[in-house]
Nanobody, 124 residues
Framework: VQLQAFGGGLVQTGSSLTLSCAAS????????AAWFRQAPGQEREFVAG???????SYADSVEGRFTISRDNAKNTMDLQMISLKPEDTAVYYC???????????????????WGRGTLVTVSS
């Protein structure tokens, strides 16, 4: 399975941006998917996740501003971000958890496949 994230860029505070992740391989359809981010000098943190049935989970810091979605037919996953803040600046990674049991896991170690990441910079 290969993942490729794209859509990052430099935006101003309050702007919107949509990240996309394209995945190869049949594992996508049975995977739980998530976006993580990592700011300079900080650990990678969970942003949002979506289960096989479309159930979602969000970090408190992005709840109400970010929306995660998936299209199993196209093997893609999007992260729509609105009302961006400077603290949202980070490299964003998409990831897949192919574990057959359990819900959306906010721990990065649970995800077997990772994309390279795309940089989002929000200027103040």
């Amino acid at each position: 399975v290969q993942l490729q994230a794209f859509g990052g860029g430099l935006v101003q505070t309050g702007s919107s941006l949509t990240l996309s992740c394209a995945a190869s391989g049949r594992a996508v359809r049975i995977s739980k998917a998530a976006w993580f981010r990592q700011a300079p000098g900080q650990e990678r943190e969970f942003v949002a996740g979506v289960g096989r049935t479309g159930n979602t989970s969000y970090a408190d810091s992005v709840e109400g501003r970010f929306t995660i979605s998936r299209d199993n037919a196209k093997n893609t996953m999007d992260l729509q971000m609105i009302s961006l803040k400077p603290e949202d600046t980070a490299v964003y990674y998409c990831a897949l958890d192919i574990t057959a049991y359990g819900g959306i896991n906010p721990n990065a170690g649970a995800y077997e496949y990772w994309g390279r990441g795309t940089l989002v910079t929000v200027s103040s």
